[in-house]
């Protein structure tokens, strides 16, 4: 067998990524399109502190469900590549059964969280307000669910670009909505920040419907239809996403937990306003990375299905070495524009003040967040996921969180200690996963 080269690696990674990459962007756009919005209301900066509070909680449940959807992508890329049409149909429908159920129990997990926030050393303004935007944005949990099941197995069938299209067509209705709620145009009542958890909600509903719609009537998946009948139910299927989802799903927890938890550290309103926009920002990076990610998950997974060593190697590698590539630019584009990005969000002087430097911050672990999310991605594709998973711990929780504590509260460095705490746990994680890969990726 003749093995690929590493210039067809990099061409052929970044076919596949390159749409997941701005599907990623979409869903990260939705949330930036909301920031701007709320950014221009009077009530800006304890609008964002508040949608701040109710997004630190809110992701973190909702990353449950993302990692448990992702068990479906490297079975079925793996059945794929060798054409077992009955396992991948009885994987999509099992993992519809899965998620839609997983999402409904999370659904009822944050009805009864949400009140929890008014608990926070937190001005009531805008821990009110955080509870009322965290019980409408929590309705789309259920839909995301859809959502993600249908995108995961087309992106396990190497089906990367619809999603990207959906994805955008949602950002496009988003910004419209916003525009028409928030400020009351077109006849409507002006709702403001409330008018951007709308529009964000209703986005969301688009999303599952126009994935859903394209997996159930498109012509390439006409042989998969039965997936979508729910007899004959299995727990063997069950069982096989969940030894992958579910240690993927503790290690999305544990990495975004070390990222959520100290919000709660974060003194002042504006140093939480200052928090929103620029993880924002951050986030927009990491989810190209993660779009690079999903690309060696599928990738990896293909050849660990045709059993070829070398190219699973090479696919891995040469998604983190373009993740690499991509967040160097992207650290010098945070440090030389760092007042200009920062300010198109919210240009209060006294949030100003914190954000621009924490983009300063935020270059110095662009490095390692993009080295440790592809290759997680890698690590999904061999199912590799458990010993990660305490990879993942040591990293977010023994190191990252931490110091976020020690250098936000008893260093008195406020944001700023927070975002050197990241430094540190992504620098471990990375570290712990590219060992791990190359280790295992050896002997596989």
Known sequence: MQNLSWRKHIFQTLSLAIPVCLSNVGHIAVDLADNYFIGQLPEKTYGQAAVSLAGALYIMILVLLIGVSYGLTPIVAEANAQNKKDKIISHLKHSFIQNISISILL???????????????????????????????????????VFFTCKQFAEGMSDTKVAMFITIGANVLNILLNWILVFGNWGFAPMG?????????????????????????????????????????????????LRIGIPSALMFVLEVASFSIPTLFIPGTSQLAAHRVSMGLAAMTYMISSGLGAAATIR??????????????????????????????????????RFKLTSFFNNDPEVLKYAAPLLFIAAAFQLFDGAQVTVQGALRG?????????IAFFAYWIIGLPASWYFCTVMNLGVQGVWFGFILGLAAASAGFLWRFNRQSSLT
């Open 107 to 145: 659904f009822v997990l944050l009805i009864f969280t949400a009140p929890l926030l008014h608990q926070l050393d937190r001005p009531t303004e805008v821990t009110d307000l955080a509870v009322r935007f965290l019980n409408v944005v929590m309705l789309s949990m259920i839909p995301l669910s």
């Open 193 to 241: 920040v409330m008018g951007a958890c709308w529009a964000t909600f209703i986005a969301r509903c688009f999303m599952a419907l126009a994935m859903f719609m394209y997996v159930f009537y498109a012509p390439r998946y006409k042989d998969y239809r039965a997936g979508f009948h729910f007899k004959n139910f299995s727990w063997q299927p069950i069982k096989e996403q």
């Open 300 to 337: 990896v997974g293909h050849f660990l299905g045709l059993k070829n060593k070398i190219d699973l190697r090479r696919a891995g590698f040469s998604a983190m070495i373009l993740a690499l590539i991509f967040m160097f630019l992207a650290a010098v584009i945070f440090i030389v524009f």
């Open 382 to 390: 061999i199912k590799d996921t458990v010993v990660p998973g305490f």
